[in-house]
């Protein structure tokens, strides 16, 4: 049974977004799977640019319910961190116990990208945790993200890919996404080693 | 039933990330509510790094499972955007069907810091939406930040409330916090507009 995938990412901001989403829509077919994309659905005809966002949340969220997977593009954007909207939809279906899959076209982990963000000056706290000159403690997991990201897809079952686009093409890149769908593919009925309950304390 | 908080945001981070999840933690009891912090579990001991942020993330999770409603601090942290980590957790409690609610330190909204973030550039493409000089959208909508995230807590009858806390205080002011908290203490078993359903097409 092909498994209905839901293509998280910063892509729908792009100036040609709606040719790169049809590029992953394409090769997640090509992939054997079912691609349900953030431009899936017509947006209403609201009255503000306030319900249309809201509109749009809602669709997404329905549109995430009616998948099966995520795969979510977590490169950086516009800073050293991943797409917010995009974590939302990564934890939202995370929480649904359904199979998730990230990826990132930016090789430098989060741990290295924080330290660059402070020009390199941090220093090493008591417990040997890195800590910025702010004093805040920068995370240097090897994740490639926050660890509720990078680890809420590994405690699925899921995959995390790395990848390594050219300068100017980490939004763009299909190489990474190429791999995700090649795993995503051969694991279509997966079960969750987490599944969501009310009260699941041990 | 006094609701149980889950107390989503990056204090963790802090130097004095101990002495500010306490304050949060105090000032929830005080509020009639149940708070259910990340720091409320001790972590495993773990052979690497790697083990022991996904042993946090698993634990993470379990705390969010076993609370009733979500307050995330969304003030921008590292640059323009909530902290990744929030968002995700945002996103698992709204998918749950939990009573989420949000807050910031930093009255600039979403579109507004975008635009700083391209110190000022940007221009109108013909559907009316502002584009920075890499030609990518910026999100205008009045948001605190993506529209997954205000949106997904206005469309289930939360709150979002916008603070303005002093330079330097941004993730250690109480007061937009404090006026979540009285929110989310009166309407402690309101039902969600918004259902999580297996296949909720129309």
Not at 6 to 17: M, Q, R
Not at 72 to 99: S, V, W
Not at 120 to 140: A, L, Q
């Amino acid at each position: 049974m092909p498994k209905a995938v839901y293509l998280a990412g910063p892509e729908v901001f792009l100036a040609n977004a709606r040719e790169i989403l049809d590029r992953k829509i394409a090769l997640t077919r090509a992939a054997g799977l079912v691609p349900v994309s953030p431009g899936d659905l017509e947006f209403p005809k609201t009255a503000s640019k306030w319900e249309l966002g809201l509109a749009i949340s809602a669709i997404d969220e329905k549109l995430m319910n009616a998948a099966d997977a995520i795969i979510a593009n977590l490169t950086p954007f516009r800073g050293i961190a991943a797409d917010t909207g995009t974590c939302f939809e990564l934890g939202y279906m995370c929480a649904q116990g359904k199979a998730a899959f990230a990826y990132t076209n930016v090789r430098a982990d989060h741990g290295t990208r924080t330290k660059a963000h402070f020009q390199g000056v941090h220093s090493v706290d008591e417990n040997g945790h890195p800590r910025g000159p702010d004093g805040m403690m920068i995370e240097d997991m090897g994740f490639i993200d926050n660890l509720m990201l990078h680890g809420g897809v590994l405690n699925r079952g899921g995959h995390v890919v790395v990848g390594d686009a050219p300068p100017g093409e980490e939004l763009t890149d299909m190489r990474a996404f190429m791999a995700v769908l090649e795993l995503a593919a051969r694991q279509p009925g997966q079960a969750c080693r987490i599944q969501v309950a009310a009260h699941p304390f041990p």
